[in-house]
């Protein structure tokens, strides 16, 4: 299929780079046109239908309230078209603007919030994978918009500037009184630092289905929430790029050398 594979204008770039650190967030609008998105939209839900054709759940019951939150997992194994998201060039400067150019793809999922979903419990996704104290982003998530967003269908809710919090004991009693709703237009990424804290919003509306991708992308010294290895046939993997087998992480050396410089000719320790 054809994903527009473009980045974003210079002066575009700069105000989500200004936004993320300023409020933790950035919405990107336009990233994909309208045929691409009706087309991702349809290969999502073939991949929630191959998923329960493979008996993976849909529902998760220790996260969501009820079955109308729709969890589609392994889409990077499922259809190559997640592939190509994964790898876009928007998402990828500005991630690598946060988290430097050593970046690994840590997981990628999608959530469809149907009409009558429920919210989900607060968190950061940070604080998942990383012991606090959060003093540095150290993941990113991209949330690729193949709806409108916005309070009534469920958009994810978050609280301003809570990527300053290092701890989770900074986090008030109140916290639930501060969540603001994202608002994007189809088409549009939201970039999001890993230390804000957000929760999924309810879907109020009577036919409004909100559709959702997550692509979480942490610095190279982390473990992955998935095992990649274990995901991907071998016919899949085959088929990858050597770019791609290291943002995955599949090389052998998966992560030597990525936080550090090791060369010997560049820093020998006598002359």
């Not at 239908?49 to 939150?69: H, K, T, W, Y």
């Not at 690994?104 to 990383?130: C, E, R, Y």
């Not at 958009?155 to 986090?171: C, D, F, M, Q």
């Not at 791609?244 to 998966?254: H, K």
Request: hydrophobic share 45%; aromatic share 10%.
């Amino acid at each position: 299929m054809a994903i527009p594979m473009q980045s974003p204008p210079a002066e575009i770039v700069a105000a989500a780079k200004a936004s993320l650190e300023e409020n933790g967030f950035a919405v990107v609008p336009n990233i994909l046109d309208r045929p691409a998105i009706k087309n991702i939209y349809e290969r999502l839900w073939a991949a929630a239908d191959e998923n329960q054709r493979r008996g993976v759940d849909l529902f998760m019951p220790a996260i969501d309230p009820n079955s109308s939150n729709v969890r589609v997992f392994y889409l990077l194994e499922l259809d190559a078209a997640f592939r190509e998201l994964i790898q876009h060039p928007a998402a990828l400067e500005i991630v690598k603007m946060v988290l430097g150019d050593d970046i690994l793809v840590s997981n990628f999922t999608a959530n469809i919030a149907k009409p009558g979903s429920g919210s989900m419990a607060l968190h950061s996704d940070q604080s998942l994978v990383v012991p606090e104290p959060w003093g540095a982003p150290w993941a990113v998530n991209i949330i690729w918009c193949l709806s409108d967003v916005y309070f009534e269908n469920g958009a994810t809710l978050y609280i301003p500037g809570s990527h300053r919090w290092k701890r989770k004991n900074e986090v008030p009693s109140n916290a639930v009184e501060m969540l603001k709703p994202f608002v994007a237009k189809a088409g549009s990424i939201i970039a999001m630092d890993a230390r804000v804290w957000h929760t999924s919003g309810a879907n109020i509306t009577k036919d409004q289905d909100r559709a959702l991708l997550f692509a979480f992308y942490s610095a190279p010294f982390l473990r992955q929430q998935v095992n990649w290895t274990a995901v991907f046939s071998k016919e899949t993997r085959d088929s990858f790029s050597p770019t791609f087998r290291n943002l995955l992480g599949l090389d052998i050396m998966a992560n030597a050398g990525k936080t550090s410089d090791m060369g010997y000719e560049t820093k020998p320790l006598f002359v």
